[in-house]
Nanobody, 115 residues
Framework: QVQLVESGGGLVQVWGSLRLSCAAS????????MGWYRQAPGKQRELVAA???????NYADFVKGRFTISRDNAKNTVYLAMNSLKPEDTNVYYC?????????WGQGTHVTVSS
């Protein structure tokens, strides 16, 4: 099993920045990819950014050039640096960890960008 704890969400103005953190625990050696997802009410959960064990990153088009995903292996933690925030970035963001054939989820953290 892999457990995830998120932090860093909050309220920010347009063009502002936030950094989300996701700390993994449990069978962390089995994790092959970690990512950040977003889900608005009534919408599908969608990938925002992901990073593999080898360090390969993947970004949704709507965040390219603004968000950066990174990881600290010593802390078993993945980060999402969110810059140049827009009102449309307002959402609930979830951390996900892929291990074996499973995906573990964090509790979700709210990000609100005011215009």
């Amino acid at each position: 099993q892999v457990q995830l704890v998120e932090s860093g969400g909050g309220l920010v103005q347009v063009w502002g920045s936030l950094r989300l953190s996701c700390a993994a625990s449990g069978n962390v050696f089995s994790v092959n990819r970690m990512g950040w997802y977003r889900q608005a009410p009534g919408k599908q959960r969608e990938l925002v950014a992901a990073i593999s064990t080898g360090g390969t990153t993947n970004y949704a088009d709507f965040v390219k050039g603004r968000f950066t995903i990174s990881r600290d292996n010593a802390k078993n933690t993945v980060y999402l640096a969110m810059n140049s925030l827009k009102p449309e970035d307002t959402n609930v963001y979830y951390c996900g960890a892929d291990w074996a054939s499973f995906r573990s989820w964090g509790q979700g953290t709210h990000v609100t960008v005011s215009s």
